[in-house]
């Protein structure tokens, strides 16, 4: 029975109330046609949370077992019980490594982390009082990221006080990002209340949260003498470099008496508009020094209060707020601050007030610059163009650059788009069609069309303009990802190119390029194979099949040429290379071993994800592959690399360098901490000397050396060798205050590195 039918029970009912109540409707429709707009957008994959991922790969389709699994999916796509549930994951996969020596102290007090929990939780799978995982770094990134205070402060109670980095981690990546809500809570609970050797000043440089900037300073006044070894925040000499010196100018100015002559400059007007601060440039304006009758006329056109006094010369405002301003406001898209600055310029505006296509026509037509080209730049219309706004397009289009925003649109915009981005395709295909486009531009956009993936492009330019197709291959349709429409565009080139005189270099073309095919349908291979059929060499057919996943796709391959995977390991090697499933690698294996067992060798000297670690321990799991012995990256920290090294019983062979550049030194800790408690007390007092003189190549990181120096100290090293080695690190690396204060806390069991310093 339907549930539609009124005979039902009260399912129907509920049904139709909610179909009935307009309101709702509409919302429900709203949200699928969201939910619709995501799926045409996204792809099917697998986040890892061991590499750096930008939005476009988390907003994607996962499936909930992913979503519970990967914190970084968790904070952006779940509640804060979700995120949990994916850390108690974490916690389960990495119980088997140790993360903590035996002992841990917590201020005066010392802790045994072998201990039982003695309230121990169902959720997690620790046995222990101090659980611990890796890539706390990456998770504490990406909360700063998306703002998520409710994560870092479960990450923070639940790890912070067995590992000092946390807290360092939280203030970096919380200024990085300007979150002053999350700075601030870890500010009173944690940064104002112990020492940390910090070294945060070129973010704060480059901070755009006044408060956050401001709260720094507030407590270099107030800690400096309260705190021992109290480290600042801000570099005062190098104080007029921040990006929000001059709202603190600003604020200096608003304590001078109200009849003052405030005098500023054009910077301080660019600084309010990159911060959003409309109360200052409305302070700036109204007490720019000018004549007072001009100031007077300002107010009383702000309030209304006479007509009189809105007719403001457009000159004399265009002095001091100058065409750069207003330029930068719209590079950044700052339409707040255009909508209060627009009011100089105007006499009326909507009742609803001024909109974006107000402020960019106004300026078209009434500033004293030209405009028309500036504003035209790629990198505000490439914003213009995700969000289907037409009109905007309309109003700052220049008909000399519609093939350069032709090329972004197919670039960002799917195959299967919706009205808004369909509407404009046409309005740029139109007008690029007006431009008479010669062949080169008209080459390459139906090049761009073809990689990815816009059937109804290519064939609006072969009706309209003219047929470019024989210059082209069915290998360029594969650029673009798997689906029915790319079948489609696939058969029509191919259609269009039997019209030309030598069709059979088509034919020619393909068996060339198959190694180029990454990802192929069954439907795709069946009609290839079907109209085109390869020469005898296989292998690259074979290869564009191993690379399609299906081991049922070259099963298909392997029958209809009655032929064999190649003897060589070639084929299995591209099948590692890549984001081949384990499926597919197995019955590849399997076919391998009817012929005479030919092995997979893995040779991992790139650093590695969780996803691929995971991978490659399967497969030696399984008894698939062999490994040769893994060799560590010099330049980049992977821990995944070292778990796969312990797991596969191979020796270390470990050549580390600290990255200079902050954001790849993300990770670097977990395979400090990891290397010390795995490869043996001897052999770390060793390497660690290395590791100490890597410091000096990147950028140092305190918790990193007060790490190194706390291995050394907990050892006890009196020897003398080792101690003038140390030394001699030192000597190589420009020791900033910070680390300074670190070396003086260890001075007391290591006199030469207290004579080092009393010499620097």
């Not at 009011?343 to 007030?353: A, I, K, L, W, Y």
């Not at 969780?610 to 012995?629: A, V």
Request: proline share 4%.
């Amino acid at each position: 029975m339907s549930i539609f039918q009124k005979d039902n029970n009260t399912l129907y009912l509920v049904i139709k109330s909610t179909i009935n109540n307009v309101i709702i409707r509409n919302i429900i429709f709203r949200y699928v046609r969201l939910i619709h707009q995501r799926l045409l957008k996204s792809k099917l994959l697998m986040t890892d949370i061991t590499k750096d991922q930008d939005d476009d790969e988390i907003k994607g389709v996962h499936k909930w077992k992913d979503i519970i699994s990967s914190p970084l999916l968790s904070l952006y796509f779940g509640t804060l019980d979700t995120f949990k549930q994916s850390i108690y994951s974490f916690e389960k996969e990495y119980s088997g490594y140790k993360w903590l020596p035996q002992h841990v102290q917590i201020g005066n007090t010392t802790f045994d982390t072998s201990s039982s929990s003695s309230d121990s939780s169902s959720s997690s799978s620790s046995s222990s009082n101090y659980p611990f995982i890796p890539h706390l770094e990456q998770i504490i990134k990406q909360s700063c990221k998306y703002n998520r205070l409710d994560m870092i402060i479960f990450v923070y109670d639940r790890y912070g006080h067995q590992a000092k980095e946390i807290a360092y981690y939280i203030e970096y990546h919380s200024i990085k990002y300007n979150r002053y809500q999350i700075f601030k809570h870890f500010y009173d609970l944690v940064f104002s209340k112990i020492t940390m050797f910090r070294d945060v000043s070129p973010e704060l440089e480059d901070c755009s949260d006044y408060d956050i900037v401001s709260l720094c300073r507030s407590s270099d006044k107030c800690n400096a003498t309260n705190i021992p070894f109290y480290t600042n925040y801000i570099d005062e000499k190098n104080f007029e470099n921040y990006k929000t010196y001059y709202r603190f100018v600003i604020d200096d100015l608003k304590k001078e008496p109200r009849d003052s002559k405030i005098n500023w400059n054009e910077e301080f007007l660019e600084t309010c508009v990159t911060l959003e601060d409309v109360k200052s440039i409305q302070f700036l304006v109204d007490n720019f020094n000018r004549l007072s009758l001009y100031k007077k006329k300002h107010r009383y056109s702000r309030v209304g209060s006479s007509t009189e006094y809105i007719d403001i010369p457009l000159k004399s405002i265009t002095d001091f707020i100058r065409n750069n301003i207003l330029f930068r406001a719209l590079r950044l898209q700052k339409f707040k601050m255009l909508d209060y600055l627009n009011t100089f310029f105007q006499n009326e505006s909507s009742r609803f007030g001024t909109t974006k296509i107000d402020i960019f026509r106004f300026l078209l037509t009434k500033t004293d610059s030209n405009y028309e080209s500036s504003l035209c730049e790629a990198m505000i219309v490439e914003k213009a163009i995700p969000s289907g706004d037409l009109e905007m397009i309309k109003a700052i289009f220049d008909l000399k650059t519609v093939n350069v925003y032709l090329n972004r649109f197919l670039e960002i915009i799917p195959p299967i788009m919706s009205k808004a981005h369909s509407d404009m395709l046409y309005y740029f295909l139109e007008r690029f069609k007006i431009g008479r486009p010669n062949v080169g531009q008209l080459r390459t956009i139906n090049n761009l069309a073809i990689r990815n993936g816009h059937l109804d492009t290519v064939k609006w330019i072969d009706q309209n303009i003219i047929n470019v197709l024989q210059d082209y291959q069915i290998v360029d349709a594969f650029y673009s990802p798997p689906s029915n429409q790319r079948l489609e565009l696939i058969k029509f080139i191919y259609q269009q190119q039997q019209k030309q005189p030598e069709p059979q270099q088509q034919q020619v073309a393909l068996n060339k390029c198959y190694s180029r095919i990454k990802k192929i349908t069954f439907e795709e291979l069946e009609y290839i194979t079907s109209q085109l059929n390869p020469t005898t060499e296989y292998n690259e057919i074979i290869q564009a099949a191993v690379g399609s996943g299906d081991p049922n796709l070259l099963d298909y391959v392997l029958t209809k040429y009655n032929t064999q995977l190649p003897i060589d390991t070639k084929v299995a090697i591209f099948g590692l290379n890549t984001d081949i499933p384990l499926e597919m690698v197995k019955y590849m294996a399997q076919k391998y071993k009817e012929k005479g067992g030919v092995k997979i060798t893995i040779g991992m000297k790139t650093p590695i994800t969780r996803t691929e670690r995971k991978y490659y321990t399967d497969l030696i799991n399984s008894g698939i592959s062999d490994t040769t012995t893994p060799q560590y990256h010099p330049h980049s920290s992977s821990i995944e690399h070292l778990i796969c090294v312990e797991s596969f019983g191979c020796g270390y062979d470990i050549n580390f360098s600290l990255p200079y550049d902050r954001e790849n030194q993300i990770g670097v800790m977990d395979c400090y901490r990891f290397l010390y408690l795995h490869i043996g007390t001897n052999k770390w007092m060793g390497d660690s000397l290395s590791f100490i003189e890597s410091i000096s190549e990147g950028r140092p990181l305190p918790y990193l050396l007060e790490f190194l120096l706390d291995t050394f100290n907990n050892q006890q090293i009196q020897s003398a060798p080792i101690l003038q080695s140390l030394r001699i690190c030192l000597l190589k690396i420009n020791i900033p205050p910070n680390i300074q204060k670190l070396l003086k806390m260890y001075s007391n069991n290591h006199p030469i590195i207290q004579e080092f310093i009393n010499q620097k």
